[in-house]
């Protein structure tokens, strides 16, 4: 639960700030009027328009300026069929520009803010789930990046279809109580702007932001990719212990088990009588060559580290002292006969 909640505020986090991202693209592509008096002379507009080039330049220069409040007027003098004219003269122009600006400005301003809210849930989740940061971190971004898709896709689906019905509903959503965007045809802003050049800039603006998170979203999988790599390599001590490799004693063990019988007998008998009989096993590991001695005292004594299940096996009836006394005599005398 605690992970799914940290994921959902990353995820929110991200979307905030892939808002704000695609907000300061449209700001940087606006402000780039080289571009739009390229896309001036691609449409010819100053030749349909009657006017230079370089007066189509300074008048969207001005509207840039206004928009970004550089400016307090749209006022701009050109020349058309060779007088001198104001650019802007229609009262529409001037109020719709106004509405723009406010807007525009409210924009700047709630990037600004976006860019804090989106800190503040990414380390809400991070907080919440510290452990698997980057991996939720990941996987929130994924999960804002296809909701933003999902709506880029459908806009984009819609305005390939029909852009003036999509652009109608743009204006109408972003200026629901005014009606001053519709310019009529002889003003001479809708005439430098036509459709087909806000088509142009969508679609510039579209893909710019489509490489942007593309490029993110590759990232992203990159590092998720070699966390859960680093993860896999991860070392079981349990399963190092199982792979390292044994001795032949040890492999024997493992086929064969422990000598009950031996474990038996260890478990029963003095202390005194078990260090014999250790000692008497090590002479005899030393007298076939055992290669470690480390190893063949561990081997000997791994029957009594076996689990009690394994030792519980085999049922013995208990020694007492004076019999293992008695057995040990007769094992001595039997040697000494040999």
């Known amino acids: 639960m605690r992970k799914t909640i940290a994921i959902t505020f990353l995820a929110f986090g991200f979307l905030v700030l892939i808002l704000v991202a695609a907000f300061t693209v449209v ?96 380390l809400a989740g991070v907080v919440l789930d510290g452990k698997d940061a980057v991996r939720n971190a990941c996987l929130g971004y994924f999960w804002a990046l296809g909701l933003f898709l999902v709506v880029v896709a459908f806009a984009g689906t819609w305005a390939a279809i029909s852009f003036d019905s999509f652009w109608t509903f743009f204006h109408r959503l972003i200026f629901p109580n005014s009606e001053n965007w519709l310019l009529p045809a002889e003003s001479r802003m809708i005439q430098m702007l036509p459709s087909q050049l806000f088509r142009d800039l969508v679609m510039r603006m579209g893909g710019r932001m489509l490489l942007i998170f593309l490029l993110l979203a590759g990232a992203a999988a990159a590092v998720l990719a070699l966390h859960r790599r680093k993860q896999q390599q991860v070392v079981d001590p349990w399963a190092a212990r199982a792979d390292k490799a044994k001795t032949p004693e040890e492999d024997l063990a493992a086929v064969q088990g422990p000598d009950l019988l031996e474990v038996h007998k260890k478990a029963n008998m003095t202390v005194s009588a078990r260090r014999k009989l250790n000692e008497k096993l090590k002479k005899e590991k030393q007298a076939i060559g055992t290669p470690d001695e480390a190893v063949a005292a561990e081997f000997r004594d791994a029957a009594l580290d076996a689990p009690v299940e394994s030792r519980q096996r085999i049922e013995f009836a208990p020694i007492d002292e004076a019999s293992a006394r008695q057995a040990e005599e007769k094992d001595d005398d039997y040697d000494e006969l040999l």
């Not at 507009?45 to 749209?74: C, F, H, K, P, W």
Request: charged share 20%.
């Open 27 to 122: 700001q940087l592509n606006v402000s780039e009027t080289g571009w739009f008096e390229q896309e001036f002379s691609k449409l010819s507009l100053a030749d349909r328009m009657g006017m230079t080039l370089g007066d189509l330049g300074a008048s969207i220069r001005t509207l840039v300026n206004y928009m970004n409040g550089q400016t307090e007027t749209i006022d701009v003098l050109v020349t058309v069929d060779g007088n001198q004219v104001r650019m802007f003269d229609l009262d529409i122009e001037i109020t719709h520009m106004r509405e723009v600006r406010d807007l525009w400005q409210w924009f700047i301003g709630a990037r600004n803010v976006g860019v804090l809210l989106a800190i503040v849930l990414c």
